[in-house]
């Protein structure tokens, strides 16, 4: 079983709409979870760090549950511009590691 | 803006042959790494290093090694290139807080296609 998990879609969003992703890790000492967004042939650009139960910034929402070791993602509004490949991304600190799951791809079209 | 730079977006290289891959932070970071990525693998660790002249295995350093002479600069080399590391490399750096190795988010350069024939 890989490490951190996430469906790797595509996700079809009708453009305006709400998307929502998990990302799964195996390990339960990860401390902290980011959320990059890669475009095609792109390098990841961090979208969101999320230290404690959540975060929030504008349209896009991270929360982590603990208890079921998972961390999803909510898109609200989907605009076009937001078609891209989320990486999800566990640190542990055990190790200092830094644990990349294989990415969502989203599609938003018109 | 971190600005992370890698010294080629694209390069074609020959079996054998030993390759330089460059990477430059402007942001005084003491963290670097090396990735690569793959259709269907997802981003792996090859190298990374927490200071100048340190240096840790990632996931898969085999084939590969690194310098870090200075704190800006992280390099990763092929010593003998092989037409399985046909990949995009990609560098980040990030920043190393007091008192932790830190989980502070990395910072991506734009990456290397690197083709080996």
């Known amino acids: 079983r890989k490490e951190v998990e996430q469906d790797p879609g595509p996700f079809n969003v009708p453009e305006g709409a709400t998307v929502a992703f998990n990302c799964t890790y195996s390990n339960s000492a990860s401390q902290s979870f980011f959320w990059y967004r890669q475009d095609c042939r792109k390098e990841p650009k961090l979208l969101m760090s999320v230290y404690s139960s959540g975060n929030e910034d504008g349209r896009f929402t991270a929360q982590l549950n603990r208890a079921s070791q998972y961390i999803s993602l909510l898109i609200r509004d989907s605009k076009l511009s937001d078609s891209a490949t989320y990486l999800c991304v566990a640190f542990k600190a055990a190790g200092n590691k830094l644990t990349f799951g294989g990415g969502t791809r989203v599609l938003v079209k018109p | 803006d971190v600005k992370v730079t890698q010294s080629s977006r694209y390069l074609v290289k020959r079996t054998g042959e030993k390759v330089f891959l460059e990477c430059v932070q402007d942001?005084?970071?003491?963290?670097m790494f090396w990735y690569r990525q793959d259709p269907g693998l997802g981003l792996r660790l090859i190298y990374f290093s927490y200071d100048v002249k340190m240096k840790e295995k990632g996931d898969i350093p085999e084939g590969y090694s690194v310098s870090r002479e200075k704190k800006e600069r992280f390099s990763l080399i092929l010593e003998s290139a092989s037409t399985n590391q046909t990949s995009m490399y990609l560098c980040?750096?990030?920043?190393?807080?007091?008192?932790?190795?830190?989980?502070?988010?990395?910072?991506f350069g734009d990456g290397t296609r690197l083709s080996i024939l």
């Open positions: 942001m005084d970071h003491e963290n």
């Open positions: 980040a750096s990030s920043f190393h807080p007091a008192g932790g190795r830190g989980n502070q988010p990395q910072h």
